[in-house]
């Protein structure tokens, strides 16, 4: 029950009270019941905003408002959250708990579909109104069907998946937090996040602690927490902003690793080890490893233990797709997957010379400030208008432009580039004349998108066998959860690049990453060499790095198959073919 966001404040503090009076009504406590229902019908209907009532304490002049009603609207204006309601809500069953999350069911309707049908979540709720059943139960009827379907349709679109560029900084802001709570010994994301899967659905939080009440209560008091939607003695979950839910799961130390394993995922992964451990006479959930007969623990402390008594080398969380890791680990023959750390530079870097924010010098001290011995400067060229696209006249004025402050930076190197367009045709919008005075020259899509795969595979192949083309800039063209990508043959293109030695680019910007995770694993195993660039329009963005870096590793990558891990002359060297 989120639809409170962007309703008035009266209507949300309405909206809390009957919910807490049908929860009573529920238990059985009339009384009370009908007191909530009343304040709730009056503050519905207030014409002024409560939170001024409330300031200037009248609360209690509210018809129908006594002491314990003004407490729990005080707590709610104070703090968004309502204890009492939490309270009530902690007693009904799971699956009610689910229903209760849709606009429009509350926990009378939720008990009496958990009761009269046996719908126990929201998934076994669609079904059934889909077939017709929920219009037969007594004061529901056709069109309380039709709002379930509806509300169960928005509560998805809620349910959307968040850019792992945006979840990052979350977490370290939970873990920082967390930190502060001396019962907390350890703490780590697991799920899809510690997988750097691309989009996060939730996050899935996981403490080591020995007092995983103290755990939970610093967990549900986090400053950006909207609401709480359970609070137990070892788990929680909750919802941070207007829709990121978080859960929270403390462990002990015994089934540490196990716990951190199982909920790392991935589901498919999971499901191969259990098979695994199935045949070698175990049991093996999030508690730990068992023997079958004896019921004697195996392993569990640790994610190495589990692994290896299941007669495998520990697997990197990136790796666990079901994409062949699990035979990988059981032959010794798993990746050495590439390092943030192994990262010597950025290959693609937009400046003020075209619609990037920082100038030249300022990219530069950024990329230095982490660490970084060189930089690609990658402007758009001239056909791009609107992004102020360099002619070859202006480019010339900004290598030389690179050229001086070359002279003047110590250890570290500008490279003079261009993130040249891909016409219509395959042709490249500056003359070779230019390109070949580059270091490093990617070549991108930006237009006609529309045209078909075979327009397009060839569009990219012919860019491809240009001399001076050192990379291909986000090849697919894709924009996470907004644009496909085009359509290609991504098999020929691939084939053509590894025959030219033509790099395919990690674009590591957050709704790029593109190549994405399994499209840069099937480039490593045609022979192509990748090349990670943020495609940074800010210099903030170069931190989008560690985001290139997880695509690559989620593609198999070892150092080998990124060309920024090479020191500049090496890398210069090879980029002369
Ligand atoms: P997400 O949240 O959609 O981005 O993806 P995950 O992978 O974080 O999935 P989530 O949050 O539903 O569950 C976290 C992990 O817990 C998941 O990766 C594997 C484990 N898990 C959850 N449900 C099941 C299940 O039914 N079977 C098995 N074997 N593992 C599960
Ligand atoms: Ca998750
Ligand atoms: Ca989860
Ligand atoms: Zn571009």
């Not at 609401?227 to 909750?238: A, F, L, N, P």
């Not at 520990?314 to 943030?340: F, Q, S």
């Not at 860019?463 to 043959?489: E, F, K, Q």
């Amino acid at each position: 029950m989120n639809p409170l966001k962007g309703m008035s404040v009266n209507a949300e503090v309405a909206e809390i009270l009957y919910e807490i009076s049908e929860l009573y009504a529920l238990k059985g406590e009339q009384y009370r019941s009908r007191a909530y229902m009343m304040a709730a019908q009056r503050i519905g209907s207030l014409t002024e905003d409560i939170r001024k009532i409330w300031q200037r304490g009248e609360l209690q002049s509210i018809p129908g408002v006594g002491k314990s009603i003004a407490a729990v609207i005080e707590e709610y204006l104070e703090t968004g959250q309502s204890s009492k309601l939490e309270e009530l809500r902690e007693g009904l069953p799971r699956g009610v708990m689910e229903l209760i999350e849709l606009d429009g069911v509350g926990p009378k309707k939720a008990m009496r579909l958990y009761e009269e049908l046996g719908i126990n979540s929201i998934d076994e709720l669609e079904k059934a109104a889909k077939a017709g059943k929920i219009r037969r139960l007594k004061g529901f009827g056709p069109k309380t069907e039709e709002n379930i379907l509806q509300s169960i349709e928005e509560y998805r679109r809620r349910q959307e998946r968040f850019l792992l560029g945006a979840i990052l900084p979350v977490i370290d802001e939970i873990v920082a937090y967390m930190k502060g709570c001396d019962a907390v010994l350890r703490i780590e994301p697991a799920g899809s996040a510690r997988r750097r899967k691309e989009t996060v659905g939730d996050l899935d939080i996981l403490v080591l602690s020995t007092r995983p009440e103290e755990v939970v209560e610093r967990f549900v008091s986090m400053p950006r927490v909207s609401r709480v939607i359970s609070q137990g003695t070892t788990r929680s979950t909750v919802i941070i902003g207007a829709n990121l839910q978080v859960d929270l799961r403390v462990i002990p130390p015994e089934s540490y690793g196990s716990a951190l394993q199982y909920f790392t995922g991935s589901k498919a992964h999971n499901i191969k080890l259990r098979t695994i451990a199935v045949k070698k006479g175990y049991k093996l959930n999030e508690y730990g490893l068992f023997d079958r007969e004896t019921g004697e623990r195996i392993a569990g402390e640790t994610e190495e233990s589990v692994y290896k008594a299941l007669g495998l080398e520990w697997i990197e969380p990136e790796l666990r797709e079901d994409r062949g890791e699990i035979e990988a680990a059981m032959e010794g023959r798993l990746p050495r997957l590439v390092k943030e750390e192994e990262i010597r530079g950025d290959l693609h870097i937009h400046t003020k010379w075209s619609d990037g924010t920082g100038t030249i010098e300022e990219m530069a001290q950024k990329a230095m400030s982490l660490g970084l011995e060189y930089i690609a400067i990658c402007d758009h060229s001239k056909s791009m208008g609107i992004a102020r696209g360099l002619d070859e006249e202006r480019l010339r004025k900004q290598m030389a432009e690179i050229d001086r402050l070359n002279e003047r930076l110590e250890g570290f190197t500008v490279l003079k580039g261009i993130e040249v367009d891909i016409k219509a045709d395959g042709s490249l919008d500056l003359p070779d004349s230019v390109l070949k005075d580059l270091d490093f020259v990617v070549a991108s899509i930006h237009s006609g998108f529309k045209a078909d795969e075979r327009q397009m595979t060839e569009r990219m192949i012919r860019a491809i066998h240009n001399d001076y083309v050192s990379a291909i800039g986000h090849p697919t063209g894709r924009i996470i959860l907004r644009r496909r990508p085009y359509a290609l043959n991504l098999d020929k293109v691939f084939e053509a690049a590894a025959e030219q030695e033509v790099l395919m680019e990690i674009n590591a910007f957050p709704n790029r990453l593109d190549l994405n995770d399994v499209n840069a694993k099937a480039a490593k195993e045609h022979g192509i060499v990748m090349s990670i660039g943020t495609d940074a329009h800010a210099p903030n963005h170069m931190e989008f790095l560690n985001l290139g870096v997880a695509v690559a590793r989620r593609g198999w990558l070892e150092p080998g198959d990124v060309i920024n891990t090479l020191p500049v002359d090496e890398l210069l060297r090879k980029l002369e073919r």
